[in-house]
C-alpha cells in the first residue's frame, strides 16, 4: 500500500500562485502514472492534471495556468498553479492511476488528506 502526503495548499489571492506537492510514503515507487485532482465544496471531484511518462494532460480549465512535473529521485509529484483564480479553490488531491485503466478515475489507492487551496481577495 502506498500513501501519498500532500502539502503546499495555502490562503491566495487572485492572480497568485502556490505549487502543490505529493510526496509517496514508499521509496522507490514509481510515481509514472500520476494525476492530482480537486473537490470543491459541494462538488465532485475532478481530475485537474495528469502525467504519464512525458505526456501531460490537464482540465480545460486550467491549461495554461498549470503545470503538473515530477522528481522521480524524490517521488515527488508536483502542481505549480499560476494565475489563480476563485474556481480553483478546492482540497487538492494526488494518485497514482491504474495502469490497466485509460480512466483518470481509476486510481490505485486510498486517498488521502489533500491540501486546501483557498483562491480568495
Known amino acids: 500500500q502506498v500513501q501519498f502526503v500532500e502539502s503546499g495548499g495555502d490562503l491566495v489571492r487572485p492572480g497568485g500562485s502556490l505549487r502543490l506537492s505529493c510526496a509517496a510514503s514508499?521509496?522507490?515507487?514509481?510515481?509514472?502514472?500520476m494525476g492530482w485532482y480537486r473537490q470543491a465544496p459541494g462538488k465532485q471531484r475532478e481530475l485537474v492534471a495528469g502525467?504519464?511518462?512525458?505526456?501531460?494532460t490537464y482540465a480545460d480549465s486550467v491549461k495554461g495556468r498549470f503545470t503538473i512535473s515530477r522528481d522521480s529521485g524524490k517521488n515527488t509529484v508536483y502542481l505549480q498553479m499560476n494565475s489563480l483564480e476563485v474556481e480553483d479553490t478546492a482540497v487538492y488531491y494526488c494518485n497514482g492511476r491504474n495502469p490497466l485503466s485509460t480512466s483518470w478515475y481509476n486510481v490505485l489507492y486510498a486517498w488521502g488528506q489533500g491540501t486546501l487551496v483557498t483562491v480568495s481577495s
Open positions: 502525467i504519464s511518462g512525458s505526456v501531460t
Open positions: 514508499r521509496s522507490g515507487f514509481t510515481m509514472y502514472t
